[in-house]
DNA sequence: CGGCTGACACGAA
DNA sequence: CTTCGTGCCAGCC
């Protein structure tokens, strides 16, 4: 672990499990910058449709992976957006709540970098 | 084997 | 400020 050494032979989606592994406790991604990471700026899309294959359950935090304004996916896999909130605020992730009632996370606090 | 469709992001109008 | 088009992976009919 630690490592980000992407090989040649990893596909489009085994990059994406193999970089979201990598997001420590209590931080969060955005779909965009998984995508930047894994060479391919222009599919944050299918980031996403990466992570709802999700082929590891528990070994992949894709619960981690938010939209680039902090907002949670619509569709999360594990009994939605509000399985996916708790599991954030689990970990200590904070948010904010919007008038309309939209949770987005605190990017500015728990976004994670790579260096 | 071909085509549809699904967890996003961003520039242009 | 809002709406629309494009990018182009992978599993499932």
Known sequence: MGSFLLEDSMSFSER????????????????GQ??????????AR????ALHSNPYPGIVPCHRVVFKDGALAPGF???GPEEQFRRLSEEGVEFTTHDDGIRRVILERYQWRMG
């Not at 499990?17 to 779909?31: E, F």
């Open 16 to 31: 994406v499990y193999h970089v979201v592994q990598q997001i420590p406790k209590g931080c969060v991604v955005t779909y």
């Open 34 to 43: 998984v995508a930047a990471l894994i060479g391919a700026p222009r599919s």
């Open 46 to 49: 299918f980031v996403g449709y």
């Open 77 to 79: 896999a594990f009994g």
